[in-house]
């Protein structure tokens, strides 16, 4: 079955860098667009950023120039770099991928807090 795997959340300081993983599995996994989601406390989930089988890339305006999504489709991998974080980035990160008709399948999320 389906299985999206994030780690490397943690605590860091404004102006610190993370980088997240999504290990995925039971999938082809080149074959499809693979997407970051946060969540921060109180407010719906949103887009961060998209990769596509062909590795082109989009992102959403407030991460723009400090993130990068990036896949190693030997290890069936997705990866979120995140550079210059805010207290604002404070979220829980979630990895996405859409199969056909059966849906969307999202990984337990990995938190990431931004202190001032």
């Known amino acids: 079955q389906v299985q999206l795997v994030e780690s490397g959340g943690g605590l860091v300081q404004s102006g610190g860098s993370l980088r997240l993983s999504c290990a995925a599995s039971g999938f082809r996994f080149r074959w499809y667009k693979l997407s970051w989601y946060r969540q921060a406390p109180g407010k719906e989930r949103e887009l961060v950023a998209d990769?596509?089988?062909?590795?082109?890339?989009t992102y959403a305006d407030s991460v723009k120039g400090r993130f990068f999504i990036s896949r190693d489709n030997d290890k069936n991998t997705v990866y979120l770099q995140m550079n210059s974080l805010k207290p604002a980035d404070t979220a829980v990160y979630y990895c996405k991928v859409v199969i056909g008709v059966e849906g969307n399948y999202w990984g337990q999320g990995t938190q990431v807090t931004v202190t001032v």
């Open positions: 990769i596509m089988p062909d590795g082109t890339t």
